[in-house]
């Protein structure tokens, strides 16, 4: 069997400076609120065609073992964002790949746990340094800050956002380089591309799957967490802010029914 999609194998990410530049003051922009998307209902993944399982909803979710407060056991997004998801999906099926989803839209307490509580707790225990404005700006690399405003929501409160990784056909997932939610530098998107990619096997591996991922997600449109691999968007303010645009399509979501 050939290597699915080979030139986008070979093919570098771009500098992702800007981008993480771009990310840092997304949650000023502002919001289209009369705008037709942003009347969008979340829907359910399932009714696309595009496996997953919600990582929080249950316990055999590393690194965290237990269900997370709050969590929904469903995968939800945006109606616009779904559909071009399972445009993806179909591109990827037509090289024997798939997606699969670990979470899209997020219930506040969920987000308030890992950013409140959990993150930090696991970031002191690994590095006893970080305290006080330190831990809350790397805590903020991994998680957004929960909010209730309308204006500055969490960008999977929008049901914008959906974190995900590929599989074979059938479900054997790919290699990435690490576990979903690791909450380090090798979750960034861009960790093995230079000389890196060329230490070893595995990182050549993770390297070139996470360049499927990416170009996959951005010639439809989506644009990437650059500190998270898993994590892309669009139409919340991250995306906006990363194409340029005056305003974000989505603010925050209605509960699904």
């Known amino acids: 069997m050939s290597q699915p999609f080979p030139k986008w ?5 771009p500098d992702l400076a800007e981008a993480r530049a771009r990310r840092a003051g997304a949650r000023a922009l502002p919001i289209a609120h009369e705008g037709a998307e942003h009347g969008e209902a979340l829907v359910s993944l399932s009714d696309f065609g595009i496996a997953g399982r919600n990582h929080y909803a249950h ?3 590393p690194p965290y073992f237990a269900p997370a407060p709050g969590a929904v056991d469903g995968l939800y997004l945006r109606a616009g964002v779904a559909a071009r998801l399972a445009r993806v999906n179909a591109a990827l099926g037509a090289e024997g790949l798939a997606l699969h989803v670990w979470d899209g839209w997020r219930p506040r307490a969920v987000q308030a746990y890992f950013h409140d509580e959990w993150t930090p707790r696991a970031l002191m225990a690994r590095r006893p340094e970080l305290t006080g404005a330190a ?3 790397e805590v903020a ?13 969490a960008p999977h409160a929008t049901g914008g956002a959906v974190d995900l990784t590929l599989t074979w056909a059938g479900g054997e997932p790919l290699f990435m380089g690490s576990i979903f939610d690791d909450a380090t530098a090798l979750a960034h998107t861009d960790l093995f591309e230079g000389p890196r990619g060329d230490e070893s096997f595995s990182a050549e591996e993770a390297r070139a799957n996470r360049r ?9 449109g989506f ?3 650059p500190e998270e691999w898993w994590h892309y968007s669009w139409g919340d303010q991250a995306w906006a802010a990363h194409i340029g645009a005056d305003a974000a399509l989505y603010g925050l979501a209605a509960a699904p029914a």
Do not use: D, G, K, T
């Not at 194998?9 to 990410?13: D, F, K, T, V």
């Open 141 to 153: 690399r991994y998680w957004a800050a929960p909010s209730a405003s309308a204006e500055r929501p």
């Open 212 to 220: 499927i991922l990416y170009w996959a997600m951005a010639r439809a």
């Open 59 to 61: 316990a055999r979710n």
């Open 9 to 13: 194998r070979a093919q570098a990410l």
């Open 135 to 137: 831990l809350a700006a």
């Open 223 to 225: 644009v990437n967490h």
